[in-house]
């Protein structure tokens, strides 16, 4: 290791420092641009330091995939709707993921040209490339299922777990023949197994399990940098594949810990849709129904209000109209409080974007744990988009299939409207018991149309 | 110690480090987390760069360049894409009032 090895480490050495800088800066909307800016600053000195490394012999190539990548990522990044932010992070994941089986394939060839290879290497390489293969396939059928092109449903048959191991230990054998055999057709073979398992692992998972696939596949994307950091030798690849890595891992845990769900019944999927339908709710029971004038003249006379926002908001679009009721009821003296749950939507922090996005302070948004004391002391709950994360059956009902699960204590409320468009039962396959509540009303509609009903109301009125 | 156990060390200790600073992050931000590490886990950028560097003379065009160009474009999507998205929900975050 020459001298100037030494100076390239050290320069990644201040890339991880600042890397983890960035995700420090998280901790408060306050310092969180200037973390990004850090992070920012890390990839840029990573990126000069690779290119000014004496390996690196013709420019060419690497000036084209920078241009062509910096042009569709900044055009991406910034025509992208804020509704669509699971579908983009899902697609990312998928890139890095390809992108790391490349580097596997190429580094073999390299190496393989130079004289390099050695069994430790390759042990390394098949590792990084099955990572990589999973979180790009696996990535792609969740951003199907986000984008709406794949139904979000669970896709389950008989002996799916069964046909998933058997492929894992197949895809390991041939693994095995390329290191022991340097056999370039069992690399690709079991890339190309990694790549059918990371479809299979992903399809059986629902559409309300996204959150969690969504943080398992950040958390991929980690690992696959981790695996390839390996492989080079680099220890910045390690780190950050390490950090990213855990990052996910804590934001599925963080998700499952949400919906009172296994991290393992999760992964195995078949949660939601057709299947689950027990409710504890007796046939026949009557739901009442509000209409827009109803709710307006309930919002004016209130003194606290609490809105609970979900997936159905971010459907419709309704965040605009949502400011726009916030702001008429803080003129009236309204108090108007937003109450997230964590799974709320369909990856971690969803909703508290959309807010931001519609410019709501970001200090009248609470989580959880910060308002469910709250609900007991509001006049009005308005739910919008919502559903399972309200369900009191998660408290009461044991043959529920939320039994357990942390929820929004809306039916304290005095009056609760829930704002649906059909009596659809939620992503769960539950009716909701909330809506059979006798201070419950439901008031149907698309989440944006009702929302704007209710600021023209309220607006029509005067004071 | 070897290189690879040098890595294994550096990799258990990073995974520590990640642990306690992701914890820091408030749950508000979760979004923009995903978003950031989204873009730092294109570090693979390094290794594509290596690749598509690896032969001397500009221009040609051999099988390692066409890996070493997509793997760095890919890479380079989520660098930009990353970085650019999560200013801009930050800056949602920062606009108060």
């Known amino acids: ?463 | 110690m070897s290189p690879t156990m040098i890595g294994i060390y550096v990799f258990v200790l990073s995974c520590f480090v990640g642990y306690h600073v992701i914890w820091g992050v408030t749950p508000a931000l979760h979004t923009p987390l995903m978003a950031v590490t989204n873009a730092i886990s294109a570090i693979v950028v390094v290794g594509a760069i290596l690749v598509a560097g690896f032969h001397e003379g500009e221009g040609q065009l051999g099988l390692i360049e066409i890996i070493g160009f997509f793997a760095v474009a890919l890479a380079s999507i989520n660098i930009f894409g990353g970085f650019v998205v999560t200013n801009r929900i930050l800056a949602m975050f920062k606009r108060k009032k």
Request: net charge neutral; with cysteine; aromatic share 10%.
């Open chain 1, 1 to 463: 290791m020459g001298i100037n090895q030494e100076v390239f480490a050290l320069v990644y050495l201040a890339a991880t420092v600042l890397f983890i800088f960035g995700l420090k800066g998280l901790a408060s909307p306050k310092t969180a641009l200037r973390g990004n800016l850090f992070a920012m600053i890390g990839m840029f000195i990573a990126v000069v330091a690779t290119v000014m490394n004496p390996e690196v012999r013709n420019y060419t190539w690497i000036a084209a995939g920078l241009a062509v990548g910096a042009l569709i990522g900044t055009t991406v990044a910034l025509k992208i709707q804020m509704t669509a932010m699971p579908q983009l992070v899902a697609a990312l994941h998928s890139f890095v993921g390809l992108s790391a089986v490349l580097v596997a394939l190429g580094t073999y060839f390299a190496h393989q040209d130079a004289g390099h290879l050695n069994t430790t290497l390759m042990v390394e390489l098949a590792i990084g490339s099955f990572i990589g293969a999973i979180t790009f396939t696996g990535s792609l059928i969740a951003f199907g299922k986000l984008q709406g092109l794949l139904g979000s449903n669970p896709v389950v048959f008989k002996g799916q777990h069964f046909l998933n191991l058997l492929m894992a230990v197949v895809m390991l054998g041939f693994g095995a023949w390329f290191v022991i055999g340097d056999s370039l057709a069992g690399f690709l073979i079991m890339t190309f197994m990694a790549l059918i398992l990371g479809f299979t692992l992903i399809i059986p998972i629902g559409g309300a399990d996204m959150p969690v696939v969504v943080s398992m596949l950040n958390s991929y994307s980690g690992w696959a940098a981790a695996a390839t950091g390996f492989t080079l030798g680099n220890n910045l690849l390690i780190t950050t594949g390490a950090l990213v890595g855990s990052s996910g891992a804590i934001l599925s845990y963080i998700m499952c810990k949400a919906m009172n769900r296994g991290f393992i019944s999760v992964i195995l999927g078949g949660f939601g849709g057709d299947a689950a339908a027990a409710s504890a709710v007796p046939a026949g029971k009557g739901v009442k129904s509000a209409s827009s004038e109803d709710v307006a003249f309930m919002l004016e006379n209130s003194s606290k209000v609490i809105i609970v926002p979900g997936y159905g908001m971010a459907v419709s679009q309704a965040q605009h109209a949502i400011k726009e009721l916030y702001e008429v009821l803080a003129e009236k003296g309204v108090q108007v409080k937003f109450a997230i749950h964590p799974v709320a939507g369909r990856m971690p922090g969803h909703m508290n974007v959309l807010l931001a996005e519609s410019e709501i302070p970001y200090d009248s948004v609470f989580e959880m744990d910060e308002i469910n004391s709250e609900f007991s002391t509001c006049d009005v709950c308005f739910v919008i988009g919502a559903n399972d994360v309200v369900n009191p059956d998660a408290k009461t009902n044991k043959a529920s299939p939320l039994y357990g699960m942390p929820i929004l204590d809306a039916y304290k409320s005095k009056q609760v409207f829930v704002n649906k468009r059909s009596m659809k039962v939620g992503y769960a396959g539950v009716d909701n018991a909330l809506f059979y509540y006798p201070n419950t009303s439901l008031v149907f509609g698309d989440a944006k149309a009702v929302t704007e009903q209710l600021v023209q109301a309220l607006r029509g009125t005067g004071h």
